[in-house]
């Protein structure tokens, strides 16, 4: 099997793809790696949310079990909800079917997130208190719509 324009560079296949469709010229394009395509971008945007619900879940965590932290630990921590609390708005508001996915973005999201506070609030330091495994609940304790309020901060 020759090797394709596709396989060659991707960002000219890109080019061409789009230049086809816009001259209507249905008859060439290449199907089979359009439709993969936008399969793909599909999946980018469910993997770009569950990113960004990730972190977002990890620091409400943080900010829910080690409320005695520090106020500059605390801030910073404040800070990444506000700006992945956005991205996650963002996402929905750029793609409103990701609505569709919230439930199961967060549910897939979750388990990493717990797991990432657990490994970084082990690496506290200046007698910062490490919480147990056992104080980051298994289930997600947030709801759907406090983890988009804009408001709410896990405490």
Known sequence: ??????DR??????EQTIHQLQNHQFESLDIDHLIE???DLGKSERNTLRSNLKIL???LLKLKIQHDVPDLMQASWYSSVVEHRQRVLDNLADAPSLKSFLVEAV???????RKLAIKE?????FGVRVPEESEYPFRCPFAIEEILDEDFYGT
């Not at 609030?121 to 330091?125: N, R, T, Y």
């Open 37 to 39: 395509e936008l399969v």
């Open 57 to 59: 879940l990890a620091h």
């Open 107 to 113: 549910e897939k999201a979750y388990p990493d997130a």
């Open 121 to 125: 609030g082990k690496l506290a330091k």
């Open 1 to 6: 099997m020759s090797e394709t324009l596709y």
């Open 9 to 14: 560079d991707l960002q000219l296949w890109i």
